[in-house]
């Protein structure tokens, strides 16, 4: 189990007969030994704790063994320079490290997934960096989709790393490509002798600012969403707002509904720069967003750094998240994921809006700044019956809770558990009324 524990539940002794002991694990002489909690230390002392009950049945033991994993998101500049060493070199933390491996005469080696459409406008010049800087490489291009995020694609990531043969502790995988692909080969590092690091390279908006900075990894299963997966961060992210350039403008579009999402969620000036300057955003392909971008993924970080395994499922980054899973996979693939995130955070408008906790106002400039960043807000498929399966099915995985976030305000949020179907109902029947002839009217996504 991971998570918070309570060391009172198993520190007190009572009447019964038990005896129950704590204790630390100091390593002496190449060897870990226990020793009373209560007295002085070593110099070598693990965060572990191990927590002995002994009663006239038996004895049980209750090991608390806190997991810290460090990882890195960095902004760079021309990723695919080969006078950049960031792609290959910029993970590594200890300076003494980096200088014994730039000592050493061992030859870098590194196995990168590129998507493959990412792979026929980068695939010369990464080659090309990969052989300048003699490192010893597999490169595979892979059509690292929605349809095609399974288990099957992560099995074959995994027998050609296999092959390739690599470190486990010294070579890390690089994923380059969308959040599907940094999902894929997340998970097919995270069960490659149990934890292979990885590198992410975001190459599109959507997982630049989302996908790249937290610790998820998945794969679609039994037609669900990211039903498999892992909590497995990776040792490195690397942030080159460059690779926008390539990007269409429709996938930059859907990029900024999950900037949308953190500013609705936690930062009304972020709100204010996408509502005035969203068109700008578009047009410019990000290319002069550092502000807008570095707000998105500190605020996204807020959220996940003391939340990576979700051992609270009060989330406010689950906002658009609640029914834009089941909406994805049943059109897929004519919804792009941000695009079905905001249909979904359109919808939760409605309903803070019924809540009272939204005013109209307010309502109507949140759906203008949709509209601006060219983002669907309304689906025939976001019907009520999907809504009500999406809620119940959520009651399942969070508790026997809804957790529900919702907007308070322009840059806030609370969650709530206690919405009641009429204000469901209403909020969808004024939601369709008021935005369905609309989209009706523009081209579909």
């Known amino acids: 189990m991971m998570g918070k524990v309570q060391q009172q539940n198993y520190n007190n002794n009572n009447n019964t007969g038990e005896s129950k002991s704590e204790f630390s694990l100091e390593k002496v002489k190449g060897t870990w030994k226990r020793c009373p909690a209560n007295t002085e230390a070593g110099e070598c002392v693990s965060a572990a704790k191990i927590f002995e009950n002994i009663t006239e049945t038996g004895t049980s033991w209750m090991v608390v063994s806190p997991i810290v994993f460090t990882y890195k998101v960095s902004e760079t500049q021309d990723l695919l320079n080969p006078m950049n060493e960031t792609l290959l070199l910029g993970h590594i933390t200890d300076p003494q490290q980096l200088d014994d491996l730039k000592k050493s005469n061992k030859p870098i080696k590194r196995f990168v997934v590129v998507d493959q459409e990412v792979y026929k406008i980068y695939g010369p010049k990464l080659t090309e960096y990969m052989r300048a800087n003699n490192v010893v490489h597999k490169i595979l291009p892979l059509p690292t989709t929605e349809e095609n995020k399974s288990m099957e694609m992560v099995l ?114 972020l709100f204010e720069i996408l509502e005035k300057h969203g068109r700008v955003l578009l047009d410019t392909k990000l290319q002069k967003a550092s502000q807008a971008t570095r707000i998105a993924i500190s605020t996204m970080l807020e959220e996940l750094a003391p939340n990576l395994w979700e051992d609270d499922l009060n989330r406010l980054v689950d906002f658009g998240h609640l029914i834009s899973p089941a909406l994805e996979m049943k059109v897929l693939p004519s919804l792009l994921h941000g695009e079905a995130v905001n249909i979904d955070m359109s919808y939760m408008v409605y309903v803070s809006r ?39 099915d959520r009651l399942k995985h969070s508790g026997g809770l809804v957790r529900m976030p919702l907007p308070v305000g322009l840059g806030q949020a609370e969650i709530l558990n206690n919405t009641t179907s009429e204000i469901l109902h209403r909020a969808h029947q004024r939601w369709c009324e008021e935005l369905s002839v609309a989209s009706d009217s523009s081209s579909d996504p």
């Open 156 to 269: 074959k990531i995994l027998e050609e790393v296999n092959n390739f043969s690599l470190d486990r502790r010294m070579e890390p995988i690089i994923a380059i490509g969308g959040g599907v692909c940094l999902d894929i080969v997340g998970l097919a590092a995270s069960l490659y002798r149990r934890r292979t690091p990885y590198i992410r390279v975001p190459t599109t908006l959507l997982s630049y600012i989302d996908a790249s900075v937290g610790a998820k990894t998945g794969v679609n299963f039994a037609n669900c969403k990211n039903k498999l997966g892992t909590y497995i961060p990776p040792t490195a992210t690397f942030l080159d707002l460059s690779f926008m350039q390539t990007v269409p403008r429709r996938h930059i579009s859907n990029g900024l509904a999950e900037m949308l999402k953190m500013a609705l969620m936690k930062h009304r000036g």
């Open 354 to 392: 019924e809540s009272g906790l939204l005013t109209e106002e307010e309502k109507r400039r949140i759906i203008g700044c949709m509209i601006g960043l060219e983002l669907p807000v309304w689906h025939e498929e976001f019907t009520m019956e999907l809504i009500q399966r999406s809620l119940q």
